[in-house]
């Protein structure tokens, strides 16, 4: 089953508001990636993590690697109506074949 | 535009019928996966490849196979579709050879209904 716990599951928030959400495991992985899917779409890369305790940014976003390597977070400074969609969070095991497992995903939705 | 290519866009079909996903890349990619996205689960991993010739099972592989037979090409097939199986595929591909970043580039998606 899932091995990522991802929260919230949805978020409605107004236009200009900052938005923060998470990932926890009860493994330890040795990568953290966020992915956003806009509608109708397949996800798309937005930032990746390769060190415990790494904090990244990419433009309005910001993500973190947990020291404990089982928890990772991003989060979006002054929500635009472009940044609707769903968010997921990934995690490559240190162990196994290298492949990612994926969060329960996070649904963004803005009010102007 | 270099990417994946995944057919048919969206298929509805009866329960018991033989039903095979296309998925093409480009970009010669070593490694491809095929997940399914279900509303509060998120993408869950059916099957992936890491090279030409290899397979391997993910989380839910039961009721779909695959085969890698050339570097491009991932085939996802459902020998006698189940109304479970209703879903949206996505076809993944990444660079596990030259790159060790874990980055998966995603096709659209194929939007599959049994009936």
């Known amino acids: 089953g899932q091995q990522l716990n991802q929260s919230p599951q949805s978020m409605f928030i107004q236009e200009g508001e900052d938005v923060s959400m998470n990932c926890t495991s009860s493994?330890?992985?040795?990568?953290w990636l966020w992915y956003k899917q806009d509608p109708g779409e397949g996800p798309v890369l937005l930032i990746a993590?390769?060190?415990?305790?790494e904090l990244t940014s990419n433009g309005r976003l910001t993500a973190q690697f947990g020291i404990t390597r089982k928890d990772s977070f991003l989060n979006i400074s002054a929500s635009i109506p472009s940044d609707v969609g769903i968010y997921f969070c990934?995690?490559?095991?240190?162990?196994?074949?290298?492949?990612?497992?994926f969060g329960q995903g996070t649904r963004l939705t803005i009010n102007p | 535009i270099a990417g994946i290519t995944q057919a048919p866009t969206s298929q509805i079909l009866a329960a018991g019928r033989r039903m095979t996903l296309r998925c093409t890349q480009d970009?010669?990619?070593?490694?491809m996966y095929w997940y399914r996205q279900d509303l509060g689960l998120g993408l869950r991993l059916i099957h992936y490849?890491?090279?030409?010739?290899?397979?391997g099972k993910g989380e839910v592989p039961d009721g779909y196979s695959v085969s890698r037979a050339n570097t491009d090409d991932f085939p996802l097939t459902l020998a006698s579709a189940v109304p479970s199986q209703t879903s949206v595929y996505f076809c993944?591909?990444?660079?596990?050879?030259?790159?060790?970043?874990?980055?998966?580039?995603f096709g659209e998606g194929s939007r599959l209904t049994v009936l």
């Open positions: 993944a591909s990444s660079d596990s050879i030259r790159s060790n970043t874990g980055e998966l580039f």
């Open positions: 490849s890491n090279t030409a010739g290899t397979t």
């Open positions: 993590l390769y060190k415990a305790g």
């Open positions: 493994s330890i992985f040795n990568t």
């Open positions: 990934a995690g490559r095991q240190v162990q196994g074949a290298q492949k990612l497992v």
């Open positions: 970009m010669r990619h070593n490694a």
